[in-house]
């Protein structure tokens, strides 16, 4: 747990430092959208703090809440992540490339905004009623509520995917510093994310082995260092 509640507090330090002394000094939208990034990753990283290791199993309704409140955070982040990916792609004042930079953050915003929509019997995880993903009950016999499993299981690997191929893709058709600059984003967002899908795993959310439990939260603070080496090249100040 100690792990995590210091990605929190990293979270927390690097909003401050790239919109405080990034953003403050070149007005760059690139450093706003940066540091809501991690503004929402703070957020969502406290509360599933608590509903993991602070609220009674048994408390079904609570920890629900809380895993929407999380998750609705969580997806917040991955829309600054299109707009970061959407500013370093897509330049220019063409009709289609303002599309692209709304339409892209707002089918994400859409399913965050999905989570708090979606009913209890797809999303809460033990209630009475709860409806199973068919696959993961027959295959591994494992019980998950049908919606979690399209939203983490679906969509999140996907993006978990699509942004780390992009910055390799902006890498590989770059040079010099905005070449390394883009691919230690990619290789930082893909530990981050990668820490993120191995979390609520059975044979880690369920490990009583201490070096199993500290693979995600170890992978999450690399990635952070990762993250923060690659937006130090002194042509992003």
């Keep these: 747990m ?5 990605a929190v507090g990293y979270y927390f330090l690097l909003f401050a ?29 406290g509360f599933f703090i608590a509903h993991d290791f602070f609220i009674p199993p048994l408390d079904v309704a609570i920890k629900t809440l809380y895993w929407r409140i999380a998750s609705f955070f969580a997806w917040l982040a991955i829309v600054c992540m299109v707009e970061i990916l959407a500013i370093l792609m897509f330049t220019g004042n063409q009709k289609w490339v303002r599309l692209v930079k709304i339409g892209l953050p707002f089918f994400y ?13 797809l999303v809460c995880e033990g209630c009475p009623g709860m409806v199973e993903n068919q696959f993961l009950k027959n295959v591994f016999g494992y019980s ?44 930082g967002f893909l530990l981050y994310f990668l820490g993120r899908l191995l979390q ?31 937006n130090q090249f002194e042509h992003l100040k």
């Design 2 to 6: 100690g792990f995590y509640f210091s």
């Design 17 to 45: 430092y790239f919109l405080i002394i990034r953003f403050r000094k070149t007005r760059r939208m690139y450093w706003l959208f940066l540091s809501a990034l991690f503004l929402m990753l703070a957020l969502s990283g």
């Design 109 to 121: 915003l859409l399913i965050a905004v999905l989570i708090f929509v979606l009913p209890d019997s």
């Design 144 to 187: 998950y509520p049908e919606g979690r499993f399209w939203l983490n299981g679906i969509l999140l690997p996907v993006t978990t995917v699509l942004f780390p191929v992009l910055f390799f893709n902006l890498g590989y058709r770059s040079a010099g510093v905005i070449r390394r600059s883009s691919i230690l984003n990619a290789l």
């Design 200 to 230: 609520p795993l059975p044979f880690i959310a369920n490990s009583e082995h201490l070096g199993i439990m500290l693979i995600p939260p170890s992978f999450i603070l690399v990635s952070l260092l990762i993250l923060v080496i690659a």
